[in-house]
């Protein structure tokens, strides 16, 4: 079983071993300066250079030799003309745009809509707003180019998380800034680790551990394979081209020059470790592998109850721990308690069953600004969330669900116990 354990963990690091070999192809000096005036360019498409709800495009190399030319593939609209290649259908010179696919109509092919449940999300948003259906902190789910949910979603005057393809809550959540959100949040590592899980996580019998994120869902800016750390992009976690590297037995991982202490969760393990790049928890997964190997070796069966434990991708034990007393309390990603957040097993089994620590995560996130959401005693969203005078549904993510109301009764969502969940 630990011999799986860290074959997953050389198998895993091996994905993120690629360095970049320059192989660019090097075209003779002048070459295409004889081209241009011996044969010359096509003039391309307006597409790119205008990328308006109208005209938009994809700027790419030209096919022409040492890519002498300026070259733009259009990507069209819906109901606009398309090809789906094949003999006689001559040269393709673009292709359908982001969430549209090429279907084949009774004279022309044309650009359609994609059928998915992305898409099928938006058209029930569209009908219900059309319908004054939708609640005043609803938002349009967002699609990416394939149809598919994109890589995060955010509550309005809230926060962001990361989700999956299917729409599925991810790791990773940042407070919602609008635009700077946009451009800083990526989700890539903590979309990898869902996707690791959903391949080979059930097929080994010990965790599977992936390249570490940040609390936000991105990589994180370290990785080392073995004792060598090399700096990494934060949004695809390739290592980086002409990456320094250190050897954590010679040298503190701080000296790399993308070490960021803001970002580093376990500052005193490591000095505790310095020739390791590892975590608590991890440390404590490989441990119990180990020992179950070797009962193995010695003819009996080590079994733990309780099984491995679990890490979070950015590696920490996760977002509820077990006090002294007994008790689930919700804490940070610094192992601190948020507030006073708890649930007791003994005096309240479904709240200490039902615990996912959501909306104190968000509380905690949110920090000193105003109209934070109201959580239940155990850290989860409660069911009627009230603002300005009006209060509305939501559900288990803290997002709205259906029109919200002056009179808390006509929801339906309402229970009489609704203010103590």
Known sequence: ?????????????????????????????????????ETGCTTPPIHCTVNNATH??????SPTVCNCCDYCMPLYGEGEHCSRGGPGTGTTVGRCGDGLYCQQGEE????????????TAQDKYDERERNGELGAMEA??????????????????????CQSDDGRRLFGEVLNLGVITEKSMHCGCSRFHDLMRSIIGKSVPAPVVGPRCTTDGNFFPIRCINNICYCVDKV???????????????????????????????????????????????????????????????????????????????WTYGRIAVNSAGQKVCIDERGRQIENYHADRKTDPASFNNMDCKCAQTTNIMGDLPEKPICCKNGNFRRIQCRRGMCRCVDSDGKQTEKEMADVTKLSCYTSDWKTC
Do not use: W
């Open 140 to 161: 349009r789910p967002r699609c990416d180019g394939k149809g598919k949910f994109y890589k995060f979603e955010c509550v309005p005057a809230q926060t962001c998380f």
């Open 56 to 61: 938009q495009g994809i700027n790419l190399l």
């Open 108 to 119: 022309d092919d044309v650009c359609v809509r994609m059928k998915s449940d992305c898409h």
């Open 236 to 314: 695809t976690g390739i290592i980086e081209k002409d990456s320094p590297t250190i050897d954590l037995e010679r040298q503190s991982i701080t000296q790399l020059p993308c070490y960021d202490k803001d970002l580093d969760l376990f500052a005193e393990f490591d000095q505790e470790h310095p020739s390791t790049f590892q975590s608590p928890c991890l440390l404590n997964q490989e441990r119990i592998a180990e020992e179950i190997l070797d009962s193995e070796e010695d003819e009996f069966d080590l079994d733990y109850f309780g099984g491995f434990p679990e890490c979070l991708p950015d």
């Open 1 to 37: 079983m630990a011999a799986s354990f860290k074959l997953s963990i050389c198998f895993l690091f091996s994905l993120f071993c690629f360095v970049y070999n320059d192989s660019t192809i090097l075209c003779e000096v002048g070459f295409c300066r004889t081209y241009l005036h």
